[in-house]
């Protein structure tokens, strides 16, 4: 049998529509995949990188709280330091659970671990706060009474315009 060139076309056209539904069958597996994807990126990935950020800026506000509490003793700032506390750990607890690799768990447990070391100091500053900031000012009343008795019996000569009479008389020779 002999093909014509009629068939020969129409046998031509048949293979190339027959490879592009092969090719389109294995673009529309792609784009499959490309979807599942993605919406594994979006549905764990960014909350894992969300979680992660939001540990580092909890540590973040933690220092500066803890900072701001040492030089002014406002009790906000020790509640913002234990409340940035629980939510780093809120945080931790959401990392770790959309953790998928030995990798990814690995650095949250290191994270977890560097963590306690820095609350741990964090906690101790506000506890040595806490338990200097009386006797300073015990310290502060008691220079206060020590600068009044010594106001108080204070001879004229040694106050400021006693210094300036003999700086006078010395002035004018006597």
């Not at 293979?15 to 599942?36: E, H, N, Q």
């Not at 940035?84 to 768990?105: A, I, N, P």
């Not at 338990?131 to 000012?137: M, R």
Request: hydrophobic share 40%; with cysteine; proline share 3%.
């Amino acid at each position: 049998m002999r093909f014509t060139v009629a068939t020969k076309i129409g046998a031509f056209f048949a293979v190339v529509l027959f490879i592009g539904l092969i090719a389109m069958g294995f673009i529309y597996r792609g784009l499959g995949m490309v979807t599942t994807n993605v919406q594994e990126l979006a549905n764990i990935e960014e909350p894992l990188t969300a979680s992660a950020y939001e540990m580092e800026i909890n540590i973040n506000g933690i220092g500066f709280q803890v900072l701001k509490y040492l030089a002014t003793e406002n009790p906000y700032y020790r509640s913002q330091a234990l409340q940035d506390d629980k939510d780093f750990w809120g945080f931790h607890r959401r990392y770790m659970q959309l953790s998928k690799t030995e990798r990814q768990r690995a650095l949250g447990d290191e994270i977890g671990s560097a963590y306690r070391d820095f609350w741990l100091l964090a906690a101790a500053l506000i506890k040595y706060q806490d338990e200097i900031t009386p006797s300073v000012e015990r310290v502060y009343e008691r220079l206060g009474a020590l600068d009044r008795l010594i106001e108080e019996r204070r001879p004229p000569s040694c106050t400021n315009s006693g210094v300036k009479r003999r700086e006078m008389a010395s002035d004018r020779g006597f």
